[in-house]
């Protein structure tokens, strides 16, 4: 059965404490891995789309990572404004399915 | 430029009434999904439609209809709503490998 699961389910940081994001997955056929963003009574917001393992993606303080199993959102040196709710969503032969989500709490 | 515009953002039914939520895209996408979200759970499809004129069942459809009135606006109808169906539901339209999503709308059913 295909399924992803993200962990932690919740992760609180000092500002500029870097840490990552984990999403494990286990699909048919791999066809694109995608990070998003959600802020509280927000819809996702798209971050970035892996396709192969060994690709990396950087946006300012985030960059994500792809393996066979798995995929990392690192954060470097994050602000309170990145707080936010981290979503991974992995495409396979025929349905994307969703992580849970982990939510990001940056204390200043 | 909008993006996807999804009403209303907050309803509160009762078991058994009915409801349409609504969504708009000014994108000129072809595609468009209804997902709903709850607590612990990954985002849920339960309809999309590829194109104009054309619909299709998602990940969790019982309970539920949608209509594609044009490109622009796809609704989703829940004919008696029931406790189960109260959720957070969002609409969302998509480029190649790229979704677009509203605001959501979140639903209470008593």
């Known amino acids: 059965e295909d399924q992803v699961t993200q962990s932690p389910e919740a992760l609180r940081l000092q500002e500029g404490e870097s840490s990552s994001l984990n999403c494990s997955y286990t699909?048919?056929?791999?066809?694109?891995l995608f990070w998003y963003r959600q802020d509280p009574g927000k819809g996702p917001e798209f971050l970035f789309t892996?396709?192969?393992?060994?690709e990396e993606k950087e946006k300012e303080r985030l960059k994500a990572t792809l393996t066979k199993k798995e995929s990392f959102l690192h954060i470097t040196a994050p602000k309170p404004e990145d707080s936010a709710t981290y979503l991974c969503?992995?495409?396979?032969?025929?349905?994307?399915?969703w992580g849970a989500g982990t939510k990001l709490i940056i204390k200043p | 430029n909008a993006g996807v515009t999804q009403t209303p953002k907050f309803q509160v039914l009762k078991t058994g009434q009915s409801m349409t939520l609504q969504c708009a895209q000014d994108?000129?996408?072809?595609?468009m999904y209804w997902y709903r979200q709850d607590p612990g759970m990954g985002l849920r499809l339960i309809y999309y439609?590829?194109?104009?004129?054309?619909?299709d069942k998602g990940e969790v459809p019982n309970g539920y209809n949608v209509s594609r009135l044009n490109k622009r606006e796809f609704s989703l109808r829940l004919e008696s709503a029931a406790p189960s169906q109260t959720s957070v539901y969002f609409c969302?339209?998509?480029?190649?490998?790229?979704?677009?999503f509203g605001e959501g709308s979140r639903l209470t059913v008593l």
């Open positions: 994108m000129n996408h072809n595609s």
């Open positions: 439609s590829a194109s104009e004129g054309t619909t």
């Open positions: 699909v048919s056929g791999l066809r694109g």
């Open positions: 969503a992995v495409l396979s032969n025929y349905q994307l399915i």
């Open positions: 892996l396709y192969s393992a060994g």
């Open positions: 969302a339209s998509s480029e190649p490998r790229e979704l677009f």
